[in-house]
């Protein structure tokens, strides 16, 4: 490739540094569409549910079938990246995922919302896969870490969502003509973005995935991990501003303020968390993180007063905010079919942020929200006593020289 001088390569075609800028760029902008998605349709939902004439109870029950829809679809996306390449079965997945958000403002009520949302969730964990795995294989042919940078572009996406979206309510916009306008923007963008990642494309003589295989071993225990860590995120994101506002009498503003500091701070720490990665490897910085958030854990259960909890929170956000990347990253090397094991990995950590608000909120109906805040802190400990097997995450490839580059595949 002209004015390339080295690359990397996990066997098979080989690509230039240049190239492979590019193609990082481009599948960290894929993320943020991804997660811009997310976000538009997270501020609508109020309007969803008055539309659609459902009850708390019955809104509760059709959010779980966006992660039921996205479990049972994305055992699918090797299949469809085997059978059209990494670049186009990415293009189309994210035509489908983009589209899908004008689904659930249309919705007439809860048997609809429920289809909707199913349709919705199915979408987005198959591009959720397709594009984990493009990153996974970007990252071993640059040869540095790139996962917590893309995930926290994916963050960085859901923020930006979700002002566009506190903005349309703050204005009155209807959400079907909200979601309308948005899918149009990202589906233009996401299009743009898929054209410039990696173009992979199977070999004839691998043999194709199974249509639907359930996941590997190895993705149970790396998802393990990934578990912990996602059920720390959503219990903290779902329930912070309620633990300020009942357990510590903070105002609602303060209580807000929490939930918003701790999402910015996952999205710094992602961005950033790459070179920590490269330079401490895997291992090392989820156990350090680990240790980071079971302390945040302990300062929020032990906390007097608002500022204290507030500082625990942040800490658990530093501490976590990895983790689910280098999951992603470990499933990808695990075994033959990446693809598979990141399907895999994705189905727990879809499970853990489904089940985690219900669970806080079963504990605490029970017990309080600090025993429920108890049991993150144990579930954070466990990263530091499972974080060796994300060691496979730390195994990248060496670049090639210019004499071994040859042209993408067409």
């Not at 990082?24 to 902008?29: K, L, S």
């Not at 679809?73 to 899908?100: C, D, E, K, N, Y």
């Amino acid at each position: 490739m002209t004015g390339e001088t080295t690359g990397g390569t996990t066997g098979g075609t080989v690509f230039g540094t240049e190239r492979l800028r590019r193609a990082r760029f481009a599948v960290a902008a894929v993320f943020c569409v991804h997660g811009a998605v997310t976000g538009s349709f997270a501020t609508r939902i109020p309007w969803i549910q008055e539309h659609a004439g459902v009850s708390a109870g019955q809104l509760g029950l059709a959010l779980a079938f966006p992660a039921l829809g996205a479990s049972l679809a994305m055992p699918l996306a090797g299949a469809i990246s085997h059978r059209f390449g990494a670049r186009t079965a990415l293009r189309g997945l994210m035509v489908l995922w983009t589209a899908a958000l004008i689904l659930p403002s249309l919705a007439p009520h809860v048997y609809g919302l429920c289809a909707a949302l199913f349709v919705f969730g199915a979408t987005a964990g198959m591009s959720d896969v397709a594009m984990n795995a493009l990153g996974v294989e970007t990252e071993n042919r640059l040869g540095k870490s790139i996962m917590s940078s893309l995930h926290g572009m994916w963050s960085g996406g859901a923020l930006i969502g979700s002002a566009a979206g506190t903005v349309a309510a703050h204005l009155g916009v209807d959400a079907r003509t909200h979601h309308l306008l948005a899918a149009v923007v990202l589906t233009a963008l996401g299009l743009a973005f898929c054209q410039g990642v990696l173009d992979l494309r199977s070999t004839p003589d691998e043999e194709p995935p199974p249509r639907f295989a359930l996941p590997p071993r190895s993705a149970l225990v790396i998802g393990a991990i990934g578990f912990c860590g996602v059920f720390a995120e959503g219990a903290s994101l779902d329930w912070s501003a309620v633990y300020l506002k009942d357990e510590l009498g903070s105002s609602a503003g303060v209580a807000a303020a929490c939930t918003t500091a701790f999402a910015l701070t996952m999205t710094v720490a992602r961005l950033v968390g790459d070179r920590v990665v490269d330079r401490f490897g895997p291992v090392r910085t989820v156990r350090v993180g680990g240790a980071a958030a079971t302390l945040g854990g302990v300062l929020v259960v032990l906390a007097p007063h608002a500022a204290l909890a507030m500082a625990g929170f942040a800490l658990i956000g530093l501490g976590v905010a990895v983790v689910v990347p280098l999951a992603f990253a470990a499933a990808g090397r695990s075994g033959p079919n990446p693809s598979q094991a990141i399907a895999g990995v994705a189905t727990i950590t879809y499970t853990s942020g489904l089940i985690a608000p219900s669970a806080i909120g079963g504990i605490a109906d029970a017990t309080s929200l600090t025993v429920s805040f108890g049991l993150v802190t144990l579930l954070t400990l466990g990263l530091v006593a499972g974080a060796g097997v994300l060691r496979s995450a730390g195994r990248t490839q060496t670049p090639k020289t210019a004499a071994e580059v040859v042209p993408e595949p067409r």
